[in-house]
């Protein structure tokens, strides 16, 4: 039974909107009634929420906060949610029925009345990536998969099959679920990380929950350092409710939305995934408009077992990053090394041969990185060097068996991605 959701943080969560796809999926089998069940659901839901004050599960939140959110709520509603959502049934009719050009078509016109033609993507400017696969392997053996082997590459959410993406996670617990391993049983993996050394040169399409880390993190950090989000609102454009970026947040949340719907009634015979029309229609849209990948957030990710700690759960950890592969004919090259040359690409790890590293280790780095921004003010070399990773990463949790709690860095998972962060920060260093 779908949780009741209170107000817009409530509606925000991912687990509470996964609650709501299975409902539609589980009252309508056929994909299309499904999404225009979820569609009534989604605005039955934000018809009905009243304020963060009054909601069991938020209402303790910073007075501040709560106020910030419940004028949010009043822009949201002004968004007709049948205009995002319905021209993406329509192309899901149309690419089942045979008109693949027209759904493309149809997409196409609602994407641009919304700006996405035009937008850019800042947010996975700062950290790391991460890569994985079963077996003992090589560096070489970690990039994506060759053009010479398409043959194994399955139907997939944002990709078709026989077109190889390099898909990065941003955390090794990721990585391993959508692998659809066992992230406690890790032991026959290998990991790297991959680094972008120009992220300013690289466009995303971020259907990420990109309204919990721009604005509840910030906010919330805003608030509880004392200061007063109303007035900064009022003089700050950029913390007003009404900013139009947040509106457009939220309207990549419908149509991420929209493309998080689990695949249902799969037997090892099916080769046609319903669920992923839309998001493969999507990815080939961004293609096809100057993106350079897609960011999503994983449904792979147990998240009864994997969860954040504190009122507002932002998912960074359970963030996957899709990039295009560009295919030459002429060339004999197995990958696309131009995107490959765009990453520092780490020596490859597994869980046997890391030591654990310690927080003081982790801090005696940082300490070192400060020490050479101060030194050189303009390097950016904080920004650059992704110390603020760990914030994503803080509140992550492990409950299992349920009553249980160990934290992240303490799981074999979290050992291995300290231990890649370790290399990373490492060398950074050496860069200056
Ligand atoms: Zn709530």
Not at 153 to 179: A, C, F, M, T
Not at 195 to 223: S, T, Y
Not at 282 to 300: E, K, P
């Amino acid at each position: 039974m779908p949780r009741d959701l209170r107000c817009l943080l409530c509606f925000l969560d991912d687990d509470a909107q996964a609650d709501l796809r299975l409902e539609a999926q589980q009252l309508q089998p056929r994909h299309e009634r499904a999404l225009a069940h979820y569609i009534r659901l989604l605005n039955d839901a934000l018809a009905r929420l009243g304020g963060v004050a009054q909601c069991p599960l938020h209402g303790t939140n910073d007075p501040q906060v709560a106020w910030w959110t419940d004028e949010f709520l009043q822009t949201v509603r002004r968004i007709n949610i049948d205009d995002v959502c319905r021209p993406l049934i329509t192309s899901y009719e149309e690419f089942v029925g045979g008109h693949i050009q027209r759904a493309t078509e149809t997409l196409d016109a609602m994407l641009r009345q919304f700006g996405y033609h035009q937008r850019a993507s800042n947010r996975f400017t700062k950290g790391i990536f991460f890569r994985g696969r079963t077996g003992s392997l090589t560096r070489y053996e970690l990039f994506h998969i060759p053009f010479t082997k398409r043959q194994c590459i399955k139907n997939q959410r944002y990709s078709l099959s026989g077109q190889p993406l390099l898909y990065l996670g941003l955390s090794i617990v990721d990585v391993v679920s959508e692998l659809r391993g066992d992230p406690l049983n890790i032991a026959g993996f290998t990991f790297c990380y991959y680094w972008l050394r120009e992220p300013e040169k690289v466009r995303v399409l971020d259907l990420g929950n990109a309204l919990q880390h721009m604005i509840f993190n910030n906010l919330r950090g805003v608030a509880a350092a004392g200061a007063n989000v109303r007035d900064i609102a009022a003089t700050n454009p950029s913390f007003s409710p009404a900013f139009p970026p947040y509106t457009e947040a939220f309207v990549t949340f419908l149509i991420a939305a929209m493309c998080s719907f689990r695949r249902t009634n799969i037997t090892k015979d099916d080769t046609f995934a319903p669920e992923y029309v839309v998001p493969q229609l999507l990815a080939h849209w961004a293609r096809t408009n100057g993106y350079d990948g897609i960011a999503y957030a994983s449904t792979r990710v147990d998240a009864a077992n994997w969860q954040m700690s504190g009122f507002v759960k932002p998912n960074h950890y359970r963030e996957n990053v899709a990039f295009f592969t560009h295919f030459d004919p002429r060339s004999n090259d197995e990958h696309d090394l131009a995107l490959l040359n765009r990453f520092e690409i780490s020596d490859v790890v597994q869980l046997a041969r890391i030591r654990a590293v310690t927080d003081g280790e982790l801090q005696a780095l940082r300490r070192q990185i400060v020490a050479l921004e101060n030194a050189n003010p303009k390097g950016n070399i904080i920004a650059r060097s992704g110390i603020e990773l760990d914030v994503g990463f803080e509140g992550l949790e492990l409950h299992d068996p349920p009553g249980t709690v160990t934290p992240y860095a303490a799981t074999d998972c979290g050992k291995v991605q300290r231990h890649l962060q370790f290399q990373f920060l490492t060398a950074r260093l050496s860069d200056w």
